[in-house]
C-alpha cells in the first residue's frame, strides 16, 4: 500500500521532505501540496507526478485523495494545521516546532488525547541518528553506570540576518532539549542562560555563544555550548559522564586520515549533511506508522514538553536566574510511549 502524502508549505525542508519521499524513501508518494505563496506551490507539484495543487492547508487536509499530512510552514502556523489534520482522524508529521506557545502545544495535546490515539510526530530527527543512537544503548545498557552529567555542543558555522538570540534557544537548542529528554527519558526541572565572552562575529546586540544549563529532574546537568558564528562548520558534540565511564558522540561519520603526521577527518558543514540520513530513518519510521494507521517517535507531549522548555529558557536568557520548569500533567496517552524505552 502506497501513502498518499499531502505536504503544507513548500519551503526549504518542505522541499527536502518531498524529495525524500519522492526519490529515496519506499511507501508514500506526494499527493498533493500547498502554499501561502502559491506560486511556489504550483513549480513544486509540476515537478511531481499527479500532485494535486490546493489554495489552503485546510482544503488539502479535507482532500479524500490524501491519507497523511507533512506540516512544514512557519512555526506559528503549525497549530492550526496539526489541530485540523486530528480533526480529520490523519496522521501528521509536523516539523518542530510543534507549536510557538505552550497554550498552542496544550490544544493539540487536548485534541489527540479526545480523539483517544496517537496522530501527531514531531520532527525532532536527532533521536533517528545512528551516532545519537549507539550513546542512547551505552548508557542504557553498556555497564558504565547511571549518568551524572552531559557536556553538549551545538556550532553553527553562521546564520542569516534575521536570526536572533533568542533563536539560538528556540531553533537550535531545542534540539539539545528534545535530545536531553530523549536521552534520559526524563523531563527538565529547570534552565539557566549564561552569556559569555560575546564573539566579535556576532551582530551588535546579539548573544554569541550562550550557555545552557538544563537540570533534569533526576539531577542529571546538560550543559549546552549553543554558538552560531562559529566559523569553521557544522559541529554537534555530546559527551555523557556517567558513574563508571563515559560515551561520546563518535567525531566522524566518514573517513579519518591519516598523513604528514596528522590525522584529519571531515566536520559537516551544515545540518543538512549532519543528519541527512537521521530525517531519512525518520521519515520512513513515520511511513511505517502512518500507513498502519498509527504514530511513532517524538510525541505531541515532546513538542509541548520542548516549547515550555523553551520559554524557560527565554525567560532565563532575560532574567539571568535559573528559570524553573513547570509541565501539566502527562496524559496517559503518552504514558507508555513505547519509543521512551529507558528506565533508572
Ligand atoms: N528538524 C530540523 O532540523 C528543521 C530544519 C529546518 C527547518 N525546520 C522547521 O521546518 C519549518 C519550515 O522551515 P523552512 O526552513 O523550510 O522555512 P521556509 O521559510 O524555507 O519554508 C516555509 C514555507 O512555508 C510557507 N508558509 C508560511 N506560512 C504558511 C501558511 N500559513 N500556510 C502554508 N504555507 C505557509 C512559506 O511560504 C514557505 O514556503 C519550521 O518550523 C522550521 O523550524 C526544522
Redesign the pocket.
Known sequence: MTLNVGV???????QDHIRRLTHVLSGARVAAV????LD?ARTVADDLPDAGLHAS?AELIADPGVDAVVV????P??EEYVLAAVAADKQVFC???LATTEEACSRIVDAEVAAGRRLVMV???RRYDAQYNAVKSTIVGGGIGLPLMMHASHRNPSVPDFFTSDMIIN?STV?DIDTARWLFDDEIAAVTVLKPRVSSKARPGFNDPLLVLLEMSSGVLVDVEASVNSGFAYDIRGEIVCEDGTVELSESAGAIVKKAGHFSGRVPAD?RER?SRAFDTEFQAWIGAATAGTSTGPSAWDGYAATVVCDAGLAALRSGAREPVTLRDKPDLYKSDPSRETRW
Not at 503544507?8 to 518542505?14: D, H, P, Q, R, S
Not at 500547498?34 to 505563496?37: E, I, Q, R
Not at 512544514?72 to 512555526?75: E, F, N, Y
Open positions: 503544507i508549505g513548500v519551503g526549504m525542508i518542505g500547498t502554499d501561502v505563496d511556489r492547508g512544514t510552514s512557519w512555526g502556523t503549525h516539523e518542530k516546532p520532527g525532532f530527527m531553533d534540539h545540518w543528519f
